[in-house]
């Protein structure tokens, strides 16, 4: 296992500079400024009020995104003030929020993260279970349908695809190549989508399959949405789809490993997978697969499930260490636990289709993008997962990152640091 760290240095100046420069009422900065600390670690958290708005600051400290381990009121009366200090032995996270004259200021940090295992053991027949699936996949000939193209530019196609699958729904999506490729001479790009079902990022676009076809000397992309609905339908159609039959889609089926929602969805990624491999311009290499939340779960996913997948590059991922909420702390969305229905079922089931067991044996490099105030993909989940990956690993740890995208005041050194390393390392990674 090989950790990249030469990140620390390039946050260490920015995200100071973030929590130091925004517009706030109150701003926070720690002592260690990329936010990651050793068990034992002094923990020292400190506030610039403006003291011209004559009002308290209402501190709260929690530990593993929602354990309240300190609760206090202070009536500023100089510039800079010491709102925590401590120190703690065990891996977890923290973040300390400060609410003043209305506005909130939240900062993270993350205490031993290479430490943090995951909340559930991996079930004894775990491998036996998915070679079964990949083998009924196999097994199932492949029968791909074209929809038209839909690229104006020549050499580039686009077509709206359709591959069959043994899963309750086929893979569908937007597949983009260069026509003029020699054989064995492009990477593989799968782009997965956040959740949801009818909002533009949890969509096909035919666009973005054509832009990423085009990055480097070219390459092979598929631009998969998750559910395997239709693509380029009228708005209705994903109104009516998330109102009904992919209502509450992530919790459902959870007593059942032949029903869980998350079973198809990862049986389609691995389909897609199965095309585009049989692709003669293919160089054999490199698959690189890329999303945000849900879709950086299903490219973890797709990194445990498939070996030949070499590269993923995963933003606040999803579907990380379900089983922590089963150890006092947050578990990965969608929290299936902080769900209704028979735990004991659900613990039989879940297992399987967690990142945290599944990336047990990737090799694949993993660049992720943590977000240490994320309370939709706790830090510590995510942490959870990727310690179990054998490959090379690039962390993004950011303090000032929730689930969302940074905000407009932070988005300046988020993009040069952050965002922007994520990016080139795309576009070197497919020269």
């Not at 993260?113 to 491998?127: E, L, R, V, Y």
């Not at 691995?270 to 779960?297: H, N, Y």
């Not at 959870?384 to 690993?393: C, E, V, Y």
């Amino acid at each position: 296992m090989k950790i990249n760290f030469r990140f620390v240095l390039l946050l260490a100046c920015s995200l100071s500079f973030a929590c130091i420069t925004q517009a706030q009422t109150v701003r926070l900065k720690q002592n260690h400024e990329n936010g990651i600390y050793r068990k034992g670690d002094k923990i020292c958290v400190t506030a610039f009020p403006d003291l011209k708005s004559r009002d308290s600051l209402f501190v709260k400290v929690l530990k593993n995104n929602d354990q309240i381990i300190a609760k206090k009121a202070i009536v500023p009366v100089t510039d800079s003030i010491v709102i925590f200090e401590g120190a703690l032995k065990e891996p977890c996270s923290v973040m300390v929020e400060v609410r003043m004259k209305g506005k909130k200021q939240t900062i993270g940090m993350i205490v031993a993260p290479q430490k943090i295992k995951p909340g559930t053991k991996i079930p004894k027949d775990f491998a036996a279970y998915w070679n079964t699936e990949k083998k009924n996949l196999k097994a199932l000939p492949l029968d791909v349908k074209f929809g038209k193209n839909e690229s104006a530019e020549s050499p580039f196609v686009c077509f709206d695809t359709e591959i069959n699958c043994t899963g309750p729904k086929p893979a569908r999506g937007y597949f983009a190549k260069p026509t003029k490729a020699a054989a064995k001479s492009l990477p593989i790009v799968l782009l997965v989508h956040a959740a949801g079902v009818k909002g533009s990022w949890c969509k096909s676009d035919a666009k973005d399959a054509l832009r990423y076809a085009k990055m480097g000397n070219g390459t092979i992309c598929f631009d998969l949405n998750a559910h395997g609905m239709l693509d380029g339908q009228p708005d209705e159609y994903y109104n009516n789809l998330e109102a009904g039959e992919l209502k509450d889609y992530y919790v459902s089926g959870m007593e059942s490993r032949e029903n869980f929602y998350f079973r198809g969805m990862y049986l389609r990624l691995m389909r897609t997978l199965d095309f585009l491999t049989t692709l003669p311009e293919w160089d054999g290499k490199r698959i690189l697969v890329i999303g945000e939340s849900q879709g950086g779960g299903q490219a973890l996913a797709a990194a445990g499930l498939d070996p030949r997948v070499s590269a993923v590059v995963a933003t606040v991922p999803a579907m990380c260490d379900w089983g922590g909420t089963l150890v006092n702390r947050k578990g990965g969305w969608p929290q299936p636990y902080e769900h209704p229905g028979d735990k004991e079922k659900m613990k039989q089931v879940l297992p399987y289709f967690d990142n945290a067991n599944l990336l047990k044996k990737s090799k694949a490099t993993i660049v992720v993008e943590i977000g240490l105030i994320d309370n939709t993909c706790p830090s510590t989940s995510v942490y959870a997962a990727i310690n179990q990956a054998k490959g090379k690993k690039t962390i993004y740890p950011v303090t000032y990152r929730e689930h969302a995208w940074p905000k407009a005041t932070e988005r300046a050194a988020w993009d040069e640091l952050v965002n922007g390393p994520k990016t080139s390392f795309i576009a070197n990674y497919l020269k």
